[in-house]
DNA sequence: CGCGCTAATTTGTCACGGACAATTTTTGTA
DNA sequence: TACAAAAATTGTCCGTGACAAATTAGCGCG
């Protein structure tokens, strides 16, 4: 029996974060991925296929070539996958990340959030995300690159958390005066969790935060920020969002934007971008965007 | 002089919503949008070519057919638009409703927010569904129409209920021995609200939900649904799902699930469907949603 | 052996047009 | 008028060629 067919061709490059076009042109130089078909005749790809094609992901990743990796079978990428895997250890050895991923493989879904408001105590916002969130996504990341773990309880974990960033934004009051900020995704990201830890930490110093959420064209951005009149634009880039991108979103947006509006950008995969536009800053890291904020504050008080 | 600004390619989907390849054929069809390029030679879409395509979009949103429109100049376009806009009745007779929206086009963010928590008042958030929240989206969805709101204030509107909903899930507690529930978003949706809808009163009647959010691959789904052990499936259907669509994925997952766990579909575009699959329960009304529930209830509690 | 520089190769993006299926409109007929 | 068949409209996918950007390889020189 052929393998089950699973993703219809328009919903690969969101399985796979692979472009139509790109995929198209692997086909004719590398004879891969092949053209699949459905009992009905619809054109689609195969559950191995889309397998193939997330080790690839992994493998291109971490380092190689397409030339080198796309076209070798299943087999070959996993023989490829475990040595790199291997060569790069365990290094979340986090016992507090593992009992929450523990949790989550229990598929015990009260039992986990219980734990994580546990893991929060007393921590501010921005300790519980770096000491508690972060590692755990990372821990998470490894764990379903080693089998571990399903996509779906990568998706739950997200979810719970961001629900539980919700309620505790929600729950702020900012300062009087404070800065407004204007939250949003760029157009294509999908991932909010990343965006929700700024607004925290944000919302924390008592900054005044306004979220449109996600797929926002930018000139709506532009929009919003001057209706809303906004002393701050973040956005926040996850790492499935392409690298190539990054920067023509960010010049395009300073380009639409009102010069005396910053753009704030976050984002782990934003440490590797070296010449930024002016009137754009880059945080890979969230204590960044409390300077930034602290900073503004100061420039205001200063008037 | 030539308008300045230019839309890279690749930007224009974000920016318009038409895909690269609708465009094209567009072109080769009815020699519109033209193939230009910016003073440094990259190919890309002028303002007043990026401003027909948005109002074409917002005239085939009306009902007019893509070999009437494309390839109209702007001032054509407009003129047919003033005349659309003019024919869509204020039926914002809600003055409720009306009010909201008020305090969204003010931009006024922390006053929206606080009149909705008082338009919350004593009611369920079954009923707070209803006569406000629903009401509100409609209206809004109209003064899109007649050019009254932006698009961003739609975001934000949803975004601030999104919100609410999440807090307000989030301290409810599960009844004991009461169903277990997964929520997720069939592939390709990304409007949460309905979804959030329909978990607030699933929740609000003691059912226990786990969310899975959105971008789920249905294998996934029913990897979670087993190993979570769920009593049901809830998805929710946006307006701007593809309806063509629906049916198709609903037989998909009914096959990938065991047959003891049924499905639940929301969604108030369900109304137009006839035949569903066995063991699919469409729901166009939130109460169906909240009948459903009972029954299983009852079901459980005979056994 | 390291360091820059240029050429060759690899890779991704875009345009184009053909094929095709789904949908809507028009036409023909009872 | 009603309804079925035919025609058109429309969007999605495919393969291919062109091209630019990125990467690697080659090479001379200190």
Redesign the interface.
């Known amino acids: 029996m052929k393998s089950r067919l699973?993703?219809a061709s328009a919903?690969i490059e969101?399985?796979t974060g692979f472009g139509r076009d790109q995929l198209r042109k692997w086909r004719q130089r590398f004879q891969f991925p092949p053209l699949e078909f459905t009992a009905e005749g619809k054109p689609g790809y195969s559950?191995n296929t889309v397998n193939r094609l997330r080790l690839v992901r992994r493998l291109l990743d971490g380092g190689f070539r397409p030339g080198y990796v796309v076209g070798k079978t299943l087999e070959e990428l996993e023989k490829l996958h475990v040595a790199v895997s291997l060569s790069v250890p365990r290094v979340c050895d986090d016992e507090s990340t593992s009992e929450l991923i523990e949790q989550l493989k229990k598929?015990d879904?009260?039992g986990f959030l219980k734990l994580l408001v546990k893991k929060r105590a007393k921590k501010t916002l921005l300790q519980f995300s770096r000491s508690v969130v972060a590692p755990l996504l990372k821990g998470l990341g490894d764990a379903w690159a080693r089998g571990d773990v399903?996509?779906?309880h990568e998706?739950?974990c997200?979810?719970c958390i961001?629900?539980?960033f919700?309620?505790q934004?929600?729950?702020l009051k900012?300062k009087r005066g404070a800065p407004k900020i204007l939250m949003a995704l760029p157009?294509?990201e999908?991932h909010f969790l990343g965006l929700l830890m700024i607004e925290a930490v944000l919302a924390e110093q008592g900054a005044?935060t306004?979220?449109?959420?996600?797929?926002?064209?930018?000139?709506?951005?532009k929009?919003?920020a001057t209706?809303?009149?906004v002393d701050a634009v973040a956005l926040s880039f996850s790492a499935a969002y392409p690298a190539r991108?990054i920067l023509?979103?960010l010049k395009?947006l300073r380009?639409l934007l009102p010069r005396r509006i910053p753009i704030w950008a976050g984002g782990a995969t934003l440490a590797g971008i070296k010449n930024r536009p002016t009137g754009v800053s880059l945080f890979p890291e969230l204590d960044g965007v409390v300077a930034a904020l602290n900073d503004m504050v100061d420039q205001m008080s200063v008037r």
Chains 1, 2 share one sequence.
């Open positions: 699973f993703v919903d969101r399985e559950v598929a879904s009260a399903e996509i779906h998706h739950f997200s979810f961001e629900r539980y919700h309620a934004i929600l729950r900012p157009p294509g999908h005044m306004v979220s449109l959420g996600s797929d926002i064209p930018l000139n709506e951005l929009l919003a209706s809303h009149n991108d023509p979103t395009h380009r």
